[in-house]
T-cell receptor
């Protein structure tokens, strides 16, 4: 049967502010990381990725930072907009196969 | 680019019937497709990985005789939930990748409700 629902970490920001969503990954062998955005009732949408030979990568209004020393990944969203409200998942590829391991997700709420 | 579609987007069926969900990569060839299940307010749970032309690899605890996966071409994978029961009600999402460590692109998901 279904598992008991878990409480997602939440982040609430004001429109126009910058948002930082954090993710701790578990496998030191992971060499590829992706951030996905999932709106309610939809599939995850690719935002940005980064490989382990980099520590920073920028996209349009988004920046991903990778700290391999402490196994930490973050997603920064500049000038957050109401349309950014969603659940954000980090995912890691341990490098041994094609599979991704997903984090628990963070619910971002943008207040107008 | 990198568009993945799923059909149907939602389905309601009676207990004991089978339901087939299609996943298509529309603008790229997907050597590998993945099927996930997601419960409310939870992360994605990988069910199985399928490579074109070969048998799917199922995750531990996923019944392969209940969740039949076929990956007959580089653009199409299907998931059939056989003899569905109410506990199979969930949000099923597929993803597609063009190769090792390439990004997985997700479909819009299929919501299944078994009465």
């Amino acid at each position: 049967g279904e598992s008991v629902g878990l409480h997602l970490p939440t982040l609430s920001v004001q429109e126009g502010d910058n948002s930082i969503i954090n993710c701790a990954y578990s496998n030191s062998a992971s060499d590829y990381f992706i951030w996905y955005k999932q709106e309610s009732g939809k599939g995850p949408q690719f935002i940005i990725d980064i490989r382990s030979n980099m520590d920073k990568r920028q996209g349009q209004r988004v920046t991903v930072l990778l700290n391999k020393t402490v196994k930490h990944l973050s997603l920064q969203i500049a000038a957050t907009q109401p349309g950014d409200s969603a659940v954000y998942f980090c995912a890691e590829n341990p490098g041994s196969n094609y599979k991704l391991t997903f984090g628990k997700g963070t619910l971002l709420t943008v207040n107008p | 680019g990198a568009v993945v579609s799923q059909h149907p987007s939602w389905v309601i069926c009676k207990s004991g019937t089978s339901v087939k969900i299609e996943c298509r990569s529309l603008d790229f060839q997907a050597t590998t497709m993945f099927w996930y299940r997601q419960f409310p307010k939870q992360s994605l749970m990988l069910m199985a990985t399928s490579n074109e032309g070969s048998k799917a690899t199922y995750e531990q605890g996923v019944e392969k005789d209940k969740f039949l996966i076929n990956h007959a071409s580089l653009t199409l994978s299907t998931l059939t939930v056989t003899s569905a029961h109410p506990e199979d009600s969930s949000f099923y999402i597929c993803s597609a990748s063009s190769g090792y460590q390439e990004t997985q692109y997700f479909g819009p998901g299929t919501r299944l409700l078994v009465l």
